[in-house]
């Protein structure tokens, strides 16, 4: 049986984006190897037939002690096994899976799901993996890119590039995000779904929840996610004041794509392709985001929705408003012309073809 390793930092992650590509690695005879750290997803993941092996890894800093160990555990898992082949997500694995994959000469299909912060700026951290990027990436069966721009900072930093495809993000699953039926009711809800954190754009869609609630009562805005930045407290007393309902982190989100009538995503993170957008486009639900690659793509500008400048809340607002002023019948139409954008650009079934054709090229 043929042999298949998947690195990366999270259970439901795994899970939620990349059920699709392992149960068509198993259907055609793979062993699938996940290797993350524990949570709840595993054990869905386990149901499908992976075997699970748990590899603790810190998804933020660089810390010489704690990455040295999981470069070393790399090792070991993937020369004990042997596979066929390797597949990661995410930087460290990315990077630390392909250095090990580079020495035990298997072939290794990293997929770039955004440069993150770290890489994004010019700093000696940048530098340092970029110079990790070239060892890591230089013998890569196939390098997946999530948009245009990540593969040209690629080729701008001189990191060699051989095969490699821009892939629609981990594509949406559209049988199961379903056109919804768009909410009738005069109360016009808004919905940021993400992690808490200050470059997805939250201070903005705070300011913004402000302004249009004074102006706009028959609004309402929620948020949902977790923190990973300290904003518990502003966001419980928005709360109490009225501005916002803070959910915190949500399982199942396409609830609130019921009830909503658009999604509001303001973020400048250095995005691979947002999946937060994909599902609220599938759903039916018109989108507001900013001018960056990984959102701009899934927005066709007064069409489906709205593209806004990052960091501009007064931008913003003024977006906001153009969609309130819409009627029904336009706010309707957007989100089925959204639908059937991502349903011809984005199904995950696209992701799926492209690995697997990958794959065998090299298996």
Excluded: W
């Amino acid at each position: 049986m043929k042999r298949v390793i998947i690195l990366s930092n999270h259970h439901a992650y795994t899970y939620n984006f990349r059920k699709e590509i392992i149960q068509r690695l198993i259907n055609e005879n793979y062993k699938v190897y996940v290797v993350l750290p524990y949570g709840e997803k595993v054990e869905f993941l386990k149901e499908m037939g992976c075997e699970f092996i748990d590899l603790p890894l810190d998804r933020r800093g660089m810390n010489p002690v704690t990455d040295s160990k999981l470069i070393f555990n790399y090792y070991r898992i993937i020369k004990r096994i042997q596979p066929d082949v390797v597949l990661s997500y995410t930087i460290k694995p990315n990077v630390y899976g392909g250095i090990i994959s580079r020495i035990l000469k298997v072939p290794f299909f990293p997929n770039i799901t955004g440069l993150g912060k770290a890489v994004e700026k010019e700093s000696m951290l940048q530098k340092m993996l970029i110079k990790l990027y070239r060892v890591a990436y230089k013998k890569a069966g196939c390098i997946f890119f999530q948009n245009e721009e990540n593969y040209k900072f690629f080729k701008t930093k001189n990191i060699k590039i051989g095969n490699h495809r821009i892939i629609p993000g981990s594509g949406v699953n559209t049988n199961f995000y379903q056109l919804l039926d768009y909410p009738s009711n005069d109360l016009i809800e808004f919905v940021f779904i993400s992690r808490i954190m200050k470059e997805k754009g939250i201070d903005q869609y705070l300011e913004a929840a402000k302004y249009i609630r004074e102006k706009y009562p028959n609004t309402r805005f929620h948020v949902l996610g977790f923190c990973e930045d300290d904003y518990e407290d502003a966001l419980n007393r928005l709360q109490d004041e009225g501005i916002i309902q803070y959910h915190g982190m949500q399982n199942d989100v396409g609830e609130f794509h019921k009830i909503s009538h658009c999604t509001i995503h303001p973020t400048y993170y250095p995005e691979g392709m947002s999946n937060v957008l994909l599902e609220s486009a599938a759903s039916g639900r018109p989108i507001i985001t900013t001018n960056r690659s990984g959102c701009r793509e899934i927005v066709d500008d007064g069409v489906n929705g709205y593209i806004v400048e990052q960091e501009n809340t007064q931008d913003l607002i003024d977006k906001i408003e153009m969609f309130l002023n819409l009627s029904h019948e336009k706010k309707e139409q957007m989100g089925r012309v959204g639908r059937k954008k991502v349903e011809k650009e984005f199904d995950r079934q696209m992701v799926v073809d492209a690995y697997m054709k990958e794959i065998q090229k090299k298996v």
